[in-house]
């Protein structure tokens, strides 16, 4: 659905919305809300490490993938609907470990090793974006409550592409072939000078609340369920490198100069945000206190927890999670009216490879 029809529908909801609010005689449930939720994984070294001290560091366990999703969002609940603004930012980095290493040994002055041959692999996703949500809660069976979120966003800064290839390194050289292929708002890597797109989508949010008794309870949501944002005219590169001019210096670090050929041009581009997906129960203990798993499922990896509540003085809950695949542990407050929480796989931050930060906060008027 175009970016433009999108808006329009999402706006007449709205007045309508607002025009059944105004000539109800009971208003039912008001109130303003601000949230926040920040979450960041690396499996290769700690996020300060990748983020502000550009890889330099001791800190490295190879891996696959990292990634951060973050949203910002404030708005008005009423009734069963939503209306909120939000900012997102999104970033995914999948590699093969043949990457990770030579990242790591390039910023580290570290000798790569030789008589082997390097399977060269990264996916980069890359975005920000901003726009407006609108949501609608409804019960399907009395125990049984279904809700959908809709963003329309704009995308003020991309870079979606990938690099493969292989190089087999030798004693004093390398031999090997690098393919890329990117969409950006800035090239990073060839310094091209283009000009800046802007693009426009949607991202689709469904989640479902199951009460089966007075104990148990079943939650689940999948977060970009759907997801389509649409640039007309992408900067693009695709370019081949070999490595007629690639040798490794005297400290064994690579000293690269290839031969570069390919294409850099205009091109319609679609970006789709990766699906999260959440499947969460809950026991309910006597006194308030409740224990459960969670399952989080990411791409091809499954993230489990195990959850725990505490509550304490009035309407107070003391909320903490532990995911046995990160090792990260997550301790959070609540009550009636706020909500904040903190997650972490390590006690000193710098050293963390999983790191969160959420809160909100209501406010009824």
């Not at 060839?190 to 989640?207: C, E, H, N, T």
């Not at 008794?213 to 640039?231: C, G, K, T, W």
Request: net charge negative; aromatic share 14%.
């Amino acid at each position: 659905m175009p970016y433009q029809k999108l808006t329009r529908l999402l706006f007449y909801v709205m007045l309508l919305c607002f025009y059944s609010i105004n000539v109800q005689a009971d208003m039912g449930k008001r109130e303003v809300y601000v949230e926040s939720n920040m979450y960041a994984h690396s499996e290769t070294s700690s996020i300060k490490q990748i983020v502000f001290d550009d890889f330099e560091g001791s800190d490295f366990a190879g891996g696959k993938r990292s990634f951060t999703h973050n949203i910002w969002e404030s708005g008005v609940r009423f009734n069963q609907f939503k209306i909120a603004t939000l900012a997102r930012y999104d970033y995914v980095l999948n590699y093969t470990k043949d990457v990770a290493e030579l990242i790591y040994a390039d910023k580290n002055d570290k000798e790569v090793e030789t008589s082997r041959e390097y399977d060269l692999y990264l996916d980069v996703l890359h975005a920000r974006s901003y726009g407006f949500k609108f949501g609608y809660s409804f019960s399907l069976l009395p125990s049984l409550t279904m809700g959908v979120d809709v963003s329309a966003l704009k995308l003020t800064n991309f870079m979606e592409g990938d690099i493969s290839g292989n190089v087999l390194v030798g004693d004093d050289s390398y031999d090997g072939d690098i393919y890329l292929d990117y969409v950006y708002t800035q090239d990073k890597l060839l310094d091209r000078i283009a000009d800046k797109p802007s693009g426009y989508g949607y991202a689709v949010d469904v989640r479902w609340a199951f009460q089966l008794n007075d104990r148990l309870s079943i939650d689940a949501q999948v977060l970009d369920l759907f997801s389509q944002i649409n640039v007309d005219r992408a900067p693009f590169t695709t370019a081949s490198a070999t490595s007629n001019r690639v040798n490794l210096d005297a400290n064994g670090k690579i000293d690269v100069k290839p031969v570069l050929t390919g294409r850099e041009s205009y091109r319609k581009h679609t970006l789709k945000l990766p699906q999260r997906l959440s499947l969460e129960g809950r026991y309910h203990l006597a006194n308030l206190y409740e224990t459960g798993l969670r399952f989080d499922r990411y791409e091809d990896s499954t993230y489990t927890s195990l959850l725990f509540t505490i509550p304490f003085g009035d309407k107070k809950k003391v909320q903490t999670a532990f995911d046995f695949r990160t090792a990260a542990l997550t301790l959070g407050i609540q009550d009636e009216f706020w909500r904040c929480s903190i997650t972490s796989d390590h006690l000193d931050i710098s050293k963390a490879r999983t790191f969160g930060m959420s809160f909100s906060l209501t406010q009824a008027f």
